[in-house]
């Protein structure tokens, strides 16, 4: 299959971009370095510094014998996205080439906006790029399962069965995000059912919770192909940043009581879902939504299951309830549907003591790149 990568340089498109060439796709990986600016901008910097794409790309043929293309350009730019859908006629897209940082989002009206125009053009030039050049391409778009927030009822699998008045109908699954990046991912969701029903575009947008993990089959074969670990409170999720936290001797930073659950997946399992999204294409016309998390879990519980775990490795990890930054339900219902991934074929990696442990003493391999003014929130949503 051809693959193009959008957002390739990224924690997710870089570790994606390697396994789909590693299994003989043909591969195009794409990226304007946005993350990496912003990173240097807010002194979030990753735990270990990565090359740039051309050089990972480099450095995974030189290893691994398999080739990506690389193209280095800003998507928000039309032409430019036309050009490469033209040249490079791909059957599948995997869209993950937007600002991906809830925290960032937030800091102020500059912020806001980058997000907003970034995010939301991105989505639409894809859109319009597969209609000009590649109409039966199938569109992966990777969005969140931040865009539904905490309902008080169970969260459905995209869509919702309504029934008013004696008249029944199915409409996409209520949202309500808590931040703005959150809401830009409503907005892409409503701009490709729009293009979907009137174009008949193929598309699978993935509701995906935070994500955690420092390593894939692929990106262990030199220690240069790490995906870009962050673990400050701009682009660190939450797992990640215990796992440093517990490393540095930091207590934990549980924002408020820690009641916030949330539905989480390894990052090895992210790349198995977006191949099988891949390998099962939606017909056109069709937006398929999938919530890709493997298990539930409230911040305290991932705390809770740190500290245990490092406790057996000879780390003493303390817990601190801080302050929370965000605005957002502390104790709340949480019961979202995730079968489709596993009906396709995804079989999960959860988060045992023992995976924990693995990713707490690959953690301290880097411990001396651990920068301790990084850890504490600086951006506040009130
Ligand atoms: N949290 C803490 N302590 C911390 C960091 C976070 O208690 O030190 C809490 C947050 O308040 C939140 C939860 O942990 O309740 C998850 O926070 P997060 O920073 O791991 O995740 P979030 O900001 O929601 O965003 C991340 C990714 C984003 C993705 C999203 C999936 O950065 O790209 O879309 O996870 S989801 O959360 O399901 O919307």
Redesign the pocket.
């Known amino acids: 299959m051809r693959i193009l990568i959008l957002g390739g340089d990224g924690y997710l498109g870089w570790p994606t971009a390697m396994h789909f060439a590693a299994r003989g796709h043909q591969v195009m990986a794409v990226d304007n370095y946005l993350r990496r600016q912003i990173a240097l901008e807010t002194r979030s910097e990753p735990l270990v510094n990565t090359p740039n794409l051309q050089d990972r790309t480099d450095i995974f043929r030189a290893v691994s014998g398999h080739e990506i293309d690389v193209r280095i350009g800003d998507l928000a730019e039309y032409a430019f996205v036309a050009e490469i859908f033209e040249e490079f006629q791909p059957e599948c897209v995997v869209h993950y080439a937007e600002q991906?940082?809830?925290?960032y989002s937030m800091i102020g009206r500059r912020q806001a906006a980058l997000t907003l125009s970034n995010n939301l053009t991105t989505t639409f030039n894809v859109i319009w790029a597969v209609i000009a050049h590649a109409p039966n391409c199938h569109i992966i778009k990777l969005g969140?399962?931040?865009?539904y927030g905490t309902p008080n009822i169970d969260i459905e699998e995209g869509f919702i069965d309504i029934e008013h008045k004696g008249r029944k109908d199915r409409f996409l699954f209520p949202r309500a995000a808590?931040?703005l990046?959150?809401t830009t991912?409503i907005l892409d969701t409503d701009i490709l059912y729009f293009y979907t029903r009137l174009y008949r575009l193929r598309v699978t947008d993935l509701m995906?919770?935070?994500?955690y993990g420092l390593s894939t089959s692929e990106s262990i074969m030199d220690p240069r192909l790490a995906p870009n670990f962050h673990y400050d409170?701009i682009?660190?999720?939450?797992?990640n940043?215990?796992l440093v936290q517990a490393v540095a001797g930091i207590p934990?930073?549980?924002?408020?009581r820690?009641g916030?659950t949330?539905?989480y997946l390894n990052l090895n399992d992210t790349l198995q879902c977006v191949e099988l999204a891949a390998r099962n294409p939606v017909d056109p016309g069709e937006l398929r939504v999938l919530n890709q998390?493997t298990e539930t879990f409230t911040?305290l519980e991932i705390a809770g299951k740190i500290r245990h775990a490092a406790k057996e490795i000879g780390l003493n990890v303390t817990i601190d309830n801080i302050p929370?930054p965000?605005r957002?339900a502390e104790e709340h219902y949480y019961n979202p549907v995730y079968t489709g991934l596993l009906e396709l074929g995804l079989k999960p990696t959860y988060m045992t003591n023992e995976v924990v442990a693995d990713l707490l003493n690959r953690t301290m391999e880097h411990a001396e790149n651990i920068c301790m003014d990084r850890v504490m929130?600086r951006v506040s949503w009130r």
């Not at 995906?208 to 994500?211: A, E, M, R, Y």
């Not at 682009?235 to 797992?239: C, E, S």
């Open positions: 991906p940082s809830a925290p969140t399962m931040g865009e808590g931040s990046y959150h991912k995906q919770g935070p994500v409170d682009f660190g999720t939450v797992v940043r215990f934990l930073t549980v924002y408020g820690g916030q949330r539905g998390l911040v929370n965000r957002e929130p």
